[in-house]
């Protein structure tokens, strides 16, 4: 059973960054760099929206056109850890944001749907003040 622990979030005034952290444990019968690794966000009464995604050994990444040119996703499988490094944030990235790590997938492979993904943190809120 993989365990992953989300940090770094907080509230920010808007055009502000935050660097999120997801560190994983549990990992007796595989190692982090068998998972890919996405993170997603939810806000109040919307559906889980997918905003970042990396391959197994961080050669590929992926994100949604709403995000892209402001977050950046990477990972140090030394570390067991995934990060999202967000800038120029606005109000609409209000959210609890989620990690997830993601064991059935293809090693180049950068998953965007929540099916794909196996294992769950239980998400750090991002508050972005206009």
């Known amino acids: 059973q993989v365990h992953l622990v989300e940090s770094g979030g907080g509230l920010v005034q808007a055009g502000g960054s935050l660097r999120l952290s997801c560190a994983a444990s549990?990992?007796?019968?595989?190692?982090?760099?068998?998972?890919?690794m996405g993170w997603f966000r939810q806000a109040p009464g919307k559906e889980r929206e997918f905003v970042a995604a990396?391959?197994?050994?961080?050669?590929?990444?992926y994100y949604p056109n709403s995000v892209k040119g402001r977050f950046t996703i990477s990972r140090d499988n030394a570390k067991n850890t995934v990060y999202l490094q967000m800038s120029s944030l606005r109000p609409e990235d209000t959210a609890v944001y989620y990690c997830?790590?993601?064991?059935?997938?293809?090693?180049?492979?950068?998953?965007?749907?929540?099916?794909?993904?196996?294992?769950w943190g239980q998400g750090t809120q991002v508050t972005v003040s206009s």
């Open positions: 990396i391959s197994r050994r961080g050669g590929n990444t």
């Open positions: 549990g990992l007796t019968f595989s190692t982090f760099s068998s998972y890919a």
């Open positions: 997830a790590a993601g064991a059935t997938v293809g090693e180049y492979r950068t998953p965007t749907f929540v099916n794909d993904y196996n294992y």
